[in-house]
T-cell receptor
Framework: DAGVTQSPTHLIKTRGQQVTLRCSPKSGHDTVSWYQQALGQGPQFIFQ???????QRGNFPDRFSGHQFPNYSSELNVNALLLGDSALYLC?????FGAGYPEQFFGPGTRLTVL | EDQVTQSPEALRLQEGESSSLNCSYTVSGLRGLFWYRQDPGKGPEFLFTLYSAGEEKEKERLKATLTKKESFLHITAPKPEDSATYLC?????????????FGKGTKLTVNP
């Protein structure tokens, strides 16, 4: 059973460019959340997708957008990249409905460097 | 403002030297707490979910406990392979749409 997968592993971009990161959730999961983790910090919530719609959003500008596909996979898009966008981008998947509270399982992350 | 605070920021132990990590939270609507382990450059690995005060969970040398205001991760007789950053997170949001509010983590180093 494959866990959460993300691509690419590493990415280098220059300021002003646009980037797309991809995520495939754990088998059976229907919800995808995206987090940004700066060096030495805990992950910060960007947004969450369920049933192809953005369900919740953290304190990130509109330059950050996403999409969820019918197969539950997801993309994170960042426009007009800034140096401060350099971070590890994490995707987490979960199952929205079930016993207890949905545990979120993380992928390996995409390391984005903006020059 | 929702906040999760972890202490200490860093901890160095000798192999076999037991200790505890702390996670305190002020998250509105908190209905549980998650612990994760993160190795350098990798995604967080799920360890435990604690749902209510008084609950305890164990996995190998790790035991997590939860009170109304804080959680502890106890590490008994640690080994060098336990070296990692340990993150705690509070889920907050409406049912089924939880987002996680993370602390900054405790970086644990276990020396042989």
């Amino acid at each position: 059973d494959a866990g959460v997968t993300q691509s690419p592993t590493h990415l280098i971009k220059t300021r002003g460019q646009q980037v797309t990161l991809r995520c495939s959730p754990k088998s059976g999961h229907d919800t995808v959340s995206w987090y940004q983790q700066a060096l030495g910090q805990g992950p910060q919530f960007i947004f969450q997708y369920y049933e192809e719609e953005e369900r919740q959003r953290g304190n990130f500008p509109d330059r950050f957008s996403g999409h969820q596909f019918p197969n539950y996979s997801s993309e994170l898009n960042v426009n007009a990249l800034l140096l401060g966008d350099s971070a590890l981008y994490l995707c987490a998947s979960s199952l929205s409905f079930g016993a207890g509270y949905p545990e979120q399982f993380f992928g390996p992350g995409t390391r984005l460097t903006v020059l | 403002e929702d906040q999760v605070t972890q202490s200490p920021e860093a901890l160095r132990l000798q192999e076999g030297e037991s200790s505890s990590l702390n996670c305190s939270y002020t998250v509105s609507g908190l209905r549980g707490l998650f612990w994760y382990r993160q190795d350098p450059g990798k995604g967080p690995e799920f360890l435990f979910t604690l749902y209510s005060a008084g609950e305890e969970k164990e996995k190998e040398r790790l035991k997590a406990t939860l009170t109304k205001k804080e959680s502890f991760l106890h590490i008994t007789a640690p080994k060098p392979e336990d070296s990692a950053t340990y993150l705690c997170a509070g889920p907050t949001g409406q049912g089924g749409s939880e987002k996680l509010v993370f602390g900054k983590g405790t970086k644990l180093t276990v020396n042989p």
